[in-house]
């Protein structure tokens, strides 16, 4: 069961175009590079062996989904890592870690306890007989 | 939590997502955990705050179980249904789900595994959805589009980016 409790794990829209932004190794490793500072897009296709034209379109979809945002200079137009849309990302994954180890916490300290009393009866009946 | 590092989510294939979770304790009294209604609405109760006022379970393939939760302070009820189709003791559980409130098209059928080892039970939950367009559906909620990114890898990757664009 995957559970989607009212209000609880529907999130802003725009949690659905971060993760898709993320789902991707070449756009994660953009951002793992602008999160060591703001690069130009001649500086971040270099690493990729990539047009630049295909990096532009990894770094669209990266802008929309609010994790890079473009610098101030107008001729080298860097990307720059945008902390907030990570947060968000990544306190939403946190929530949702958190949901499934509340039910399974919970379901350990119960086994623990189903495991406790079980010895118990076995030892009363040893001592029974 | 000792095994709360063993929670695993991801996406398999194009209709299944996948969890798994290790617990220690062998693999009968996992079974019974997720089987006996005073047991299952002792830990299966959703995000804090809400409880778990009804669980009907008829155990055997064809038997119906029905799954209600509440939320402790407005009183909104969200409620889940669901067919066995298969059920082998401390093995294997097969069954259908649909909650009351649809937040996906047509229904999931909802495969539990349990492999004990060394006296510590792995469960494997795998949780298929009738057609693509159902996972898809599912997917596009952003948690599980998260998860087809693999949650382990996001889950490692992101807070460490996070730091770094911080500190930059």
């Known amino acids: 069961m995957v559970m989607e409790p009212d209000g609880y794990i529907r999130s802003a829209p725009r949690l659905d175009a971060t993760f898709a932004a993320l789902a991707d190794p070449t756009r994660r490793a953009i951002l793992a590079r602008l999160a060591k500072g703001e690069a130009s897009v001649t500086d971040l296709a270099e690493p990729f062996a990539m047009s630049q034209p295909a990096i532009s379109k990894h770094l669209k979809v990266l802008e929309r989904a609010g994790l890079i945002s473009r610098g101030q200079d107008a001729q080298r137009r860097p990307r720059r890592l945008e902390a907030r849309g990570l947060r968000d990302a990544t306190q939403w994954l946190e929530n949702y870690r958190q949901f499934w180890e509340a039910q399974f916490g919970r379901l350990d300290a119960l086994l623990r306890e189903m495991q406790s009393s079980g010895v118990r009866k076995r030892a009363k009946r040893a001592v029974a007989k | ?168």
């Open chain 2, 1 to 168: 939590m000792k095994n709360s590092g063993t929670f695993k989510i991801t996406a398999h294939g194009d209709h299944e997502i996948v969890v798994t979770r290790v617990f220690d304790a062998p693999r009968q009294l996992v079974f019974d955990a997720y089987t006996k209604p005073e047991l299952v609405k002792r830990w299966l109760l959703g995000p804090d705050g809400w409880s778990m006022p009804v669980c009907e379970i008829d155990l055997r393939a064809g038997g119906k179980y029905r799954y209600v939760w509440k939320n402790d302070t407005d009183g909104h009820e969200m409620g889940m249904v669901g067919i066995y189709r298969e059920v082998a003791t401390a093995q294997r559980i097969v069954a259908t789900e649909i909650f009351d409130e649809a937040w996906y098209p047509g229904e999931a059928v909802d495969t539990i595994v349990l492999v004990e080892r060394d006296s510590k039970t792995t469960l494997t939950q795998t949780i298929l959805y009738d057609s693509r367009e159902t996972r898809d559906a599912v997917l596009k909620s952003p948690m599980k589009t998260g998860m087809a990114a693999s949650y382990d890898k996001l889950e490692k990757v992101l807070p460490s980016l996070e730091r770094e664009a911080l500190s930059a």
